[in-house]
């Protein structure tokens, strides 16, 4: 079927202010041939090694560092990097391929004729259910610990919200 879950910044990619930000590496130019970044200020990073990236939940991850060999004299240094103290450090981006692969096929699916149907769908179907049970029954955290009770408290927190709606629609 696909991916048709919102990554964390789908909407903001779609902005003005986003597409113009030209410190954001998904708005440089990437050379294939040479495997090479010009960013936003026409500084070239080349790629210089590959390596292996654990997250905090355990997953692994081909990472691709690229590096501009000379950021010292570029007028927009502090927007780019961070440690702008430190005058021999240059710009430098990490790259995971196999991320962007899934980030773009999502980003397709997202915008597809379908994939905007079940964008539309999904407020009205489950995020006003979250936020009711949220802001007015209070449930902030679960009570009972261990995951058979907690899917046991999320049932009934349904099955309260339910009768509530019926009660609602039968007076």
């Known amino acids: 079927m696909g991916n048709y879950i919102k990554y964390n910044t789908f909407h903001k990619e779609t902005t003005r202010k986003w597409k113009a930000d030209l410190t ?3 708005n440089w130019h990437y050379n ?3 495997d090479e970044y010009t960013c936003g200020y026409g500084k070239i990073l080349r790629f210089r090694y590959e390596k292996t990236q654990k997250s905090k939940n355990g997953y692994r ?3 691709r560092v690229y590096e501009s060999d000379d950021c010292k004299d570029c007028p927009y240094r502090d927007r ?3 440690k702008t103290d430190k005058p021999e450090f ?3 981006i990490y790259i995971n391929r196999r991320g962007n692969e899934l980030k773009a096929q999502a980003r397709a699916n997202l915008t597809s004729e379908y994939g905007l149907e079940m964008r539309s769908l999904r407020p009205v179907e489950v995020e006003s259910v979250f936020g009711n049970i949220k802001g007015n029954f209070g449930v902030r955290r679960f009570i009972l610990k261990g995951m058979t009770k907690v899917k046991l408290e999320w049932g ?3 099955i ?3 009768m509530r709606k019926m009660a609602a629609f039968s007076v």
Request: proline share 0%; glycine share 0%; charged share 30%.
């Open 80 to 82: 780019c990097i961070k």
């Open 32 to 34: 294939e041939k040479q």
């Open 90 to 92: 240059n710009k430098r």
């Open 24 to 26: 954001r590496v998904q």
């Open 160 to 162: 309260a919200h339910n």
């Open 156 to 158: 009934l927190h349904c």
């Open 61 to 63: 991850s081909l990472v």
